[in-house]
């Protein structure tokens, strides 16, 4: 596999639940980003990890938590959710976390919170 | 008022058509802008990245890049079936890719 692949591609789940997103990237990159895709609105930067330690975290709600356990992995953990949570959740990583790299995207998961 | 604004579309333009895609923003601080293309079900990749104002031109795309009027545009010559998509620009004022704004998207559809 190439580039940043992202599991599971599409997640219905009820506000419930708990489940993960998962997202590799096999680029050698230092740094991965979460973020939020919903309809008509800008990508919302969620989470930044650089070398494995949370640079960024954008006052997201508690019920999302990441996990970054090594450099090429990084998880997303989702607990009672809430139906405007249902959006794209996009991984991306880049080199090194600066303005100037170029951030290589996954193809994201569709999440649907019933 | 957004931080960056884009018209969110859909334009649909004809085969071999110039496409005009244009950002607006308010933050002077901003100096690095970049056009991301997504197309359906994938994510965003990068097409072009200009530091500071000026043009920068790759093959059919072109960046410009109007720091005075806070504007910024993309264009697309001779488009193809194969552009339709959306297209987002984002913007930092700093070096780090965690202080990046996007803009909401525009959705571009070329017809054959």
């Known amino acids: 596999e190439t580039g940043v692949t992202q599991t599971p591609r599409h997640l219905v789940m009820g506000m419930t639940n708990k489940k993960s997103l998962k997202c590799e990237q096999h680029l050698g990159h230092n740094a991965m980003y979460w973020y939020k895709q919903s309809a008509k609105k800008p990508l919302e930067l969620m989470f930044v990890?650089?070398?494995?330690?949370?640079?960024e975290n954008n006052s997201v709600p508690s019920r999302f938590s990441p996990e970054c356990p090594n450099s090429s992995h990084l998880f997303l953990h989702l607990h009672t959710l809430q139906p405007e949570d249902s959006a794209l959740y996009l991984c991306?990583?880049?080199?090194?976390?600066?303005?100037?790299?170029?951030?290589?995207f996954g193809p994201g998961t569709r999440l649907t919170v019933l | 008022q957004k931080e960056v604004e884009q018209d969110p579309g859909p334009l649909s333009v004809p085969e071999g058509a110039i496409v005009s895609l244009n950002c607006t923003y308010s933050?002077?601080?901003?100096?690095?802008f970049m056009w991301y293309r997504q197309y359906s079900r994938k994510g965003p990749e990068l097409l072009m990245y200009?530091?500071?104002?000026g043009n920068k031109e790759d093959g059919r795309f072109t960046a410009q890049v109007d720091k005075s009027s806070k504007y910024i545009s993309l264009f697309i010559r001779d488009s193809q079936p194969s552009d339709s998509a959306t297209y987002l620009c984002a913007m930092s004022a700093d070096n780090y890719g965690q202080n990046f704004v996007f803009g909401p998207g525009t959705r571009l559809s070329v017809l054959p």
């Open positions: 933050n002077s601080a901003f100096q690095y």
């Open positions: 990890y650089s070398l494995e330690e949370r640079v």
């Open positions: 200009t530091y500071s104002s």
């Open positions: 991306a990583s880049s080199p090194q976390g600066g303005g100037t790299d170029t951030q290589y």
